[in-house]
């Protein structure tokens, strides 16, 4: 459980720093030193899980490479969503409405209870974006693309997130 939780942690300081990337787009961040620890504890993990398959129940070794690879898997939205970031040239109002929402879930617990209100949350942040009238210049246009491009990026990983608690509700609470 000691791994998980600073698995979980290491996940949300990359997503901390996307957020703050957000709304200071051209200053210096954390990001490529955290994804680098991220990316570290992964593989250190799924090799222990490796080296240890055979002194552990088949299915725990099962369980936990399963939730590597959801692991694997937001770090890759995460990638994707500092390409994303790293792409605005300037921060429009919507982009402190966002990096205020990564921020929230970066800040909350990995818990299943939690991931329905962040959808339903996401949900209403996209249709607010859709309501709100459109760009007046090209460079707006684009940065809001962009966001909304980090939004969709954004729903992936909590439907990912939401995936991982309920794989480890089914396999501990059975």
Known sequence: MKVKKKLQEEVSTVLIDIADLIVNPK?????????????????????????????????????????????????????NLYSHVSQLSCAPPQAHILSAFIHKIGHTAFEAETVNPLLEELNRLMLSMKNQPLPINRMEFENRAILFLCLTELKQF?????????????????
Request: glycine share 0%.
């Open 27 to 79: 200053n210096e961040n954390r990001y490529n030193k955290d994804l680098h620890t991220l990316n570290l504890l992964i593989d250190s993990n799924i090799s222990e899980a490796y080296d240890n398959i055979n002194n552990s129940l088949l299915s725990d070794t099962r369980f936990f490479l399963d939730h590597m690879d959801i692991i694997k898997s937001q770090r890759d939205i995460l990638e």
């Open 158 to 174: 909590l439907i990912n997130r939401k995936y991982a608690q309920m794989l480890r509700d089914n396999n501990f609470y059975k």
